[in-house]
């Protein structure tokens, strides 16, 4: 049995995604950001950094949701990864890792417009800056697979497309890349998994007018 330590809306729910792309049985455990549910020995002993997602297969534990996309493909479903010496090796890993590209962006994002509840606390400059950013980094994303095909990369990335939506207008291959994720049943499984909002109560978080 996998058991995944999960929080609705984070990094987790690409784990979610995966494992219903690759059809396996889990348990899930889930967590709150508010309160220290994270912060407990257990926790810190499966995720140092006391995040999720963290998972744990056959005893052994992992945290990073890009390195568990990566070992769950390797160990159940090859063909959602691109092996050492293939052509496409370059591209697949590009695109797992581009996702934390956007990652840092919206973590960003998501530190201003919520985390940061008082309004004195927030710079309006960054937050239109990182919206900024976020959207020109959007344009390389899309309209297909990252190699063509289906990966873990896509769960990746395309995890990372979905929560942009939140903050900025999708360009036109990012768009039509996330309308193809969303119509995946494994996306819409984990979607209806994923739980009650934790932490993005609203549908758009516009950037501060200059």
């Known amino acids: 049995m996998i058991r995944v330590w999960h929080v609705a809306q984070s990094r987790s729910f690409r784990v979610l995604w995966a494992l219903e792309e690759m059809g396996l049985d889990y348990q899930l455990e889930r967590c709150s950001f508010f309160d220290r549910s994270l912060r407990g020995a257990a926790h810190l002993a499966r995720s140092p950094a006391g995040r999720v997602p963290a998972v744990e297969i056959e005893g052994q534990a992992i945290c990073e949701s890009g390195a568990i996309l990566l070992y769950l493909a390797e160990r159940f479903a090859p063909d959602l990864r691109v092996g050492e010496g293939e052509a496409a090796r370059a591209a ?116 501060p007018e200059g």
């Open 92 to 207: 697949f890993l590009q695109g797992l890792h581009y996702a934390e590209t956007l990652g840092a962006h919206l973590a960003n994002l998501t530190q201003h417009h919520i985390v940061l509840r008082e309004a004195w606390m927030r710079s309006p400059t960054v937050m239109r800056l990182e919206a900024a950013r976020l959207a020109n980094a959007l344009g390389a994303v899309g309209p297909g697979w990252v190699v063509g095909r289906f990966s873990v990369a896509d769960i990746a990335l395309g995890y990372a497309v979905w929560l942009a939506q939140r903050f900025v207008a999708l360009p036109e291959g990012a768009a039509g890349y996330l309308a193809a994720c969303e119509g995946r049943a494994a996306f819409q499984r984990a979607l209806a998994a994923d739980g009650p909002a934790e932490i993005y109560r609203h549908a758009f978080y516009p950037a």
